[in-house]
C-alpha cells in the first residue's frame, strides 16, 4: 500500500456522521455566519463517487464519507492539504474546515488508529 493510499483511506474514514460529531465536539456554530440560516450542507460522496472509490480499493469505503477538496492541486490528497466544506443551502455561502484537525480528532478521539508497526 502506497503512502498516497494511506493518506486517501484516512480521509474515507470521514463520515458524515463523524464530522458532525466533530462540529458538535468543537461548537461550531449550527447556522451560517453570513445569513443565520440553519439549513447547512456538506458535501459528501454520491454513488458514483463511492462505485469508484469501492473499485479503487478492496475493503476499505463501507460507507460514504465527507467529500475533500484539495488546497494545493498539485499536491496528492492528504488530511494536509484538504478541507471540507459547509455550504448555507440558503444563501450560498461556503465555510472550510481543515480536514487535519478533523482526522487527528478523530484517530485521537473517536476511533483511535491501530498502529501497524512502525513502517512508513
Ligand atoms: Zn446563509
Known amino acids: 500500500m502506497n503512502h498516497d493510499r494511506e ?6 474514514r470521514v ?9 458538535r465536539a468543537k461548537k461550531v456554530a449550527q447556522c451560517c455566519m453570513s445569513c443565520g ?8 460522496t454520491d454513488d458514483a463517487a463511492y462505485s469508484a472509490s469501492l473499485a479503487g480499493s478492496s475493503s476499505f469505503a463501507e460507507k460514504k464519507y465527507v467529500i475533500w477538496y484539495k488546497i494545493s492541486e498539485s499536491k496528492p490528497a492528504s488530511p494536509d492539504n484538504c478541507e471540507y466544506r459547509v455550504i448555507c443551502s440558503e444563501c450560498g455561502f461556503t465555510s472550510y474546515y481543515w480536514a487535519s484537525l478533523v482526522v487527528l480528532w478523530l ?5 483511535p488508529v491501530e498502529k501497524t508497526g512502525g513502517k512508513k
Do not use: M, N, Q, Y
Open 7 to 12: 493518506e486517501t483511506k484516512r480521509l474515507e
Open 15 to 23: 463520515s458524515p456522521e463523524v464530522f458532525a460529531t466533530f462540529l
Open 37 to 44: 440560516g440553519s439549513r447547512l450542507v456538506v458535501p459528501e
Open 107 to 111: 484517530e485521537a478521539d473517536l476511533f
